[in-house]
Structures are given as C-alpha cells and as structure tokens.
C-alpha cells in the first residue's frame, strides 16, 4: 500500500510539474564539450513551447503505439514541446523540431531522444516538487538532467552526457518564460 500511495504522490507530483512547465520560454544554453579537456563552448538560444497533454491526448496515444504498450491510454500525462534553435557559433546552424513526452510510473517514453530519433524511455524522479531528474540510456551514451522550475518565471537545466563511463558534454540551460 505504501508503494501504491507514492506512486499516486509521483504521478501528481510529475503532473503539476508539467502543468507549471506549460508556456512559451526563451532558452540560452551552453554546451562544454569536455574531450581531450577541450571546454569547447557552443551556445544556443532556442524558443520553446511547452504544452500540457492529458491521459488519453491523441498524441500521448500516438506515443503509446509507438512504444507498442498493451494500452494506449496507459501513460498518465505528459506535454508536447517544441522548439525553434539557434546555433552561435563555433558552429552556427538553425534546427527546429518537436519532442512528445508521456509518463508511464518512473518512465519518461519519448518520441525521439536527444541525440536519435528513435523512441527513448528516461527513468525519472522528482527531487523535489519543483525539481525533475531524468536518466536516459542509449547508443552506448548516458544522459543525465535536472530540470529545475525557478518560481513561475525561470528554469534551469543541466545536462551531462557520458559515455563508457567517461563524460563527454555538458549543458547548462536558462530558460525564462514569456508567456
């Protein structure tokens, strides 16, 4: 009984997470790449959208299909967020896409991963009520993020990428809404 009712304290936890997120937010982030102790930089700024989906949304049933779970209406929650990326140098480039996220117990299932388009599920947890982390593995890589709610107006991110056992990248995200 005890797992069950923190179960139902996670779902509702990870549920105002995500309805706190909704909005429209400007992101600047850095990337360290940290190979060969380079501390190479590249900077984004990205304009995000970020939309609440509930059990049963079209596109969370559309995620389930794709994850091929035995019930399409299984994920709990989840949110559609879509971006418009720019680039800053050392190598400039514009990129734009979107990603759908649905909440099955600790199993973020995503559309595509950050650096697949396959479909990717991260083990998540929430360190707090405004406080998400993900673990998310695949292609030999592991990515590991916190993405924390600052009041109603920030947030931060912050991204680690390793692999074999050796970090290859980090991010780091600020992200203020403006709308």
């Not at 800053?88 to 996220?101: C, H, L, N, W």
């Not at 697949?116 to 993900?134: E, H």
């Not at 916190?146 to 931060?156: A, N, P, S």
Request: charged fraction near 20%.
């Amino acid at each position: 009984m005890v797992s069950q009712t923190a179960q139902l304290s996670l779902a509702s936890l990870v549920q105002a997470f995500f309805q706190q997120s909704e909005g429209e937010w400007r992101s600047q982030r850095r990337y360290y790449t940290l190979k060969d102790g380079a501390g190479e930089a590249q900077e984004v700024v990205s304009l995000l959208t970020v939309k609440f989906l509930a059990q049963g949304d079209s596109q969370l049933i559309e995620l389930a299909h794709l994850h091929q779970l035995a019930d399409e209406t299984a994920l709990t929650c989840g949110v559609l967020t879509t971006w418009d990326s720019n680039y800053i140098g050392p190598s400039p480039k514009q990129m734009q896409g979107s990603t759908v996220f649905g909440v099955l117990g600790t199993g973020l299932y995503r559309d595509r991963g950050f650096s697949t388009t396959k479909p990717v599920i991260a083990q998540f947890s929430m360190r707090d009520p405004k406080t998400m982390c993900l673990r998310t593995e695949y292609s030999g890589n592991v990515f590991e993020e916190e993405v924390k709610l600052i009041g109603t107006q920030y947030r931060t991110r912050q991204t680690i990428i390793s692999r074999a056992g050796q970090e290859q990248m980090i991010g780091q995200y600020l992200e203020n809404r403006i709308a």
